[in-house]
């Protein structure tokens, strides 16, 4: 994540948690609950204001967070009552296969491209074997910094399955979705396109 990225959250940690706090995620969740082994121990990267650790920890026991803003590490710990740990993606501060799940809902988006595999490596040291893996990207190509200044990457489905694949990931699910936005400054509505995929970790080299 760029500094402008990191500031931005620390600036509007408040305004941001709210706004995701309304967005529910039905069709992802129950995708992947119909993943989770008995008892998981489950990681949220990039946990935000702890929506999703809120979800989960109402159905499991070992759910955990972890955030880079330390504004939104702290909101997520208050809001859901969970352990969260202020740190970055790229440096896991866990033992190696101390989770079966790890969740990462617009988070690794934020990184530069040629941080991804890294990036992704490091989520497969920390998760144990035939464990399970949910990221979401937006869908497209290149990167660009917002007007918010916030920096994203995008992904092709193809891309990212080769990259998985790569990685020892075998890819369970994919599920592609469009979010629908309305700016009330100039009246106009986007659509973003997102793709989700649910994959296993396989092999551990």
Sequence with gaps: MKDETLDFYQKN????AA???????????ERALSHMPQDPHILDLGCGSGRDIHYFSSRFN???????????????????????VQADLRQLPFQDRSFDVIWSIAALLHLQRSQMRAALQES?????????LFISLKEGNGEEIAQDGRFFAYYSET???R?????????????????KRHDKKTN??????????VSQKISAA
């Excluded at 070992?62 to 969260?84: E, I, K, M, T, W």
């Design 124 to 132: 497969k040291r920390v998760l144990r074997m035939n464990g399970f």
């Design 62 to 84: 070992h759910v955990y967070g972890l955030d880079r803003s330390f504004n939104l590490a702290q909101f997520a710990y208050q809001y859901a009552l969970q352990p969260v």
């Design 188 to 197: 106009r509505s986007t659509t973003i396109p997102w793709i989700f995929t």
């Design 19 to 29: 706004a995701t706090l309304k967005i529910q995620l039905p069709d992802l969740w």
């Design 13 to 16: 940690d408040q305004a941001y």
């Design 159 to 161: 891309e990212l399955r």
């Design 163 to 179: 990259l998985l694949s790569n990685l020892g990931f075998k890819l369970v699910d994919v599920l592609m979705t469009d979010e």
